[in-house]
């Protein structure tokens, strides 16, 4: 399968602890995006990479949250000292250079107990 | 404000009729996106459109660009069918080398046997 993967699909956790997500995009997809979708919502966006230069990031992203790109091929999205208002979906999106097709990856569940 | 509103929120359908999700947008777009989403699960993207009109077995999307207005039409819908259907925009900045995808709240659409 050479889609996006996310990973883990569901996370469990308690409050106060910290957790992380894994994106892999689409091999030689050069932009890479986080969203946030809570029940009943649209997805909302957090993050944006290109490459491995953050070049947005949105204020619902708390000093709590960061997302790195190191290489430029897969990225991780950490929360720390997560709070229940965190449960949501976490999607990750990539796309090639300027082209305007997305691919979605199946989204990490994260629910704080 | 959000940028893509989706209507109706809800629609509940019998089996056989036709339906029709409607996106309006504020902003010049790249491309228009159109998802679905089941219970539970990632995101399947159904469409991408820059223009006209496109199909796909008994899925219709139709963009107006000069309206900011798309459509996503299901003929003979069945309760398979039945998911979150949402729309989003590719919104470039103004240099036109800053892409991110904004979302509208989705449909929830249930088709009854």
Redesign the interface.
């Known amino acids: 399968d050479t889609g996006v993967s996310q990973n883990p699909r569901h996370k469990i956790t308690k409050r106060g602890q910290n957790v992380t997500f894994r994106c892999d995009p689409i091999s030689e997809h050069n932009r890479l995006y986080w969203y946030r979708q809570t029940l009943g919502q649209g997805p909302e966006f957090l993050t944006y990479f290109q490459n491995e230069a953050q070049l947005e990031k949105s204020r619902l992203l708390s000093d709590r949250f960061s997302a790195e790109r190191p290489k430029g091929s897969f990225s991780t999205l950490e929360i720390q000292r997560t709070e229940q208002g965190d449960s949501a979906m976490y999607l990750c999106a990539s796309s090639f250079r300027d082209r305007h097709e997305a691919f979605f990856g199946q989204g990490t569940r994260l629910t704080v107990v | 404000k ?1 940028e ?1 509103e ?1 209507s109706p929120q809800n629609l509940t359908a019998q089996e056989g009729e036709f339906i029709t999700i409607n996106c309006s947008y504020s902003v010049g777009i ?2 228009l ?1 159109w ?1 679905q989403q089941h219970p ?6 159904l469409f ?1 459109l ?1 223009s006209g009109k496109k199909k796909h077995g008994r899925l219709i999307a139709t963009i107006n660009i000069q309206e900011k207005h798309s459509s996503l039409h299901i003929t003979a819908s069945h309760p398979r069918d039945s998911a979150v259907y ?1 729309c ?1 925009q ?1 919104q470039s900045n103004s240099g036109g080398s ?9 449909t929830l659409l249930t088709v009854n046997p």
């Open positions: 959000n893509v989706q790249s491309a996106h998802l539970g699960g990632g995101i399947v993207s991408m820059s949402i989003a590719f800053n892409y991110k995808l904004t979302f509208g709240k989705g």
